[in-house]
């Protein structure tokens, strides 16, 4: 199993990692990354960004990769990736930890020292009702509260720029496969408290793969 220099599983200079996508979550990966000191190579099958040009540090855009580079330490992908994916299935193969921007948010609050009570909403229908429901039913009983992920804001941006003592989180079903697609130090594995599960109807076939149950 590949290793980061960091023990809290967090990057940081000297480590090469692999940002699969680059959407709303993806470029906030790349500048928390690039921040960080850390090489950051980006894939996506799109067209780069012109905002991550303007990320400042060690970022390179290569293109629809199907392997991960020589090197790569760590492998942070998108929501909307699938784990079946042959970039992430390479990455895997080669023994590389594959994690989704939840669980790099998740590590962040850990190392920060005093984390935060996550709510964690997921399924396939229901999932932003619920979510902006409980935000309010907190926000009216006088806790800190932000939403965040599928509405609000990217996870990633939220944990570090809001000092709250709970964060509610709508999480689309792709996204959760990557919470543990490959074994994690311990005890930074994404285990919200008080995770929530929304109605989930038959899945369809294109979802089976990143929704397994």
């Known amino acids: 199993m590949v290793e980061l220099t960091r023990r809290d599983g967090l990057p940081g200079p000297g480590d090469l990692v692999l940002a699969a996508g680059v959407g709303v979550t993806g470029l906030p990966v790349v500048r928390y990354l690039a921040g960080t000191g850390a090489t950051v190579v980006v894939s996506s099958n ?5 905002e991550l040009t303007r990320i400042p540090g060690d970022v390179t855009f290569a293109g629809d990769l199907t392997t991960p580079p020589a090197g790569t330490d760590l492998v942070i992908t998108s929501a909307g990736i699938p784990p079946t994916n042959p970039l992430l299935a390479a990455a ?16 962040l609050d850990l190392a920060g020292g005093a984390p935060r009570a996550w709510l964690v909403v997921t399924g396939t229908n229901g999932k932003t009702t619920t979510t902006g429901m409980l935000e309010s039913i907190l926000r009216a009983a006088g806790r800190n509260v932000t939403a965040s992920g599928n509405i609000g804001w990217p996870v990633l941006e939220a944990v570090p720029a809001v000092k709250t003592r709970l964060a509610s989180s709508a ?7 990557c919470t543990e697609i490959s074994p994690v130090p311990e005890p930074a594995t994404a285990a919200p408290p008080a995770p929530v599960m929304a109605m989930v109807p038959p899945v369809p076939e294109t979802l089976s793969a990143s929704c397994p149950g």
């Not at 799109?46 to 012109?50: G, L, M």
């Not at 895997?92 to 590590?107: D, F, M």
């Not at 999480?171 to 496969?177: E, H, K």
Request: with cysteine; net charge negative.
């Open 46 to 50: 799109r067209p780069a960004p012109a």
């Open 92 to 107: 895997l193969s080669a023994g590389i930890e594959v994690i989704g921007e939840v669980e790099l948010a998740w590590r």
């Open 171 to 177: 999480l689309s079903c792709a996204s959760v496969p």
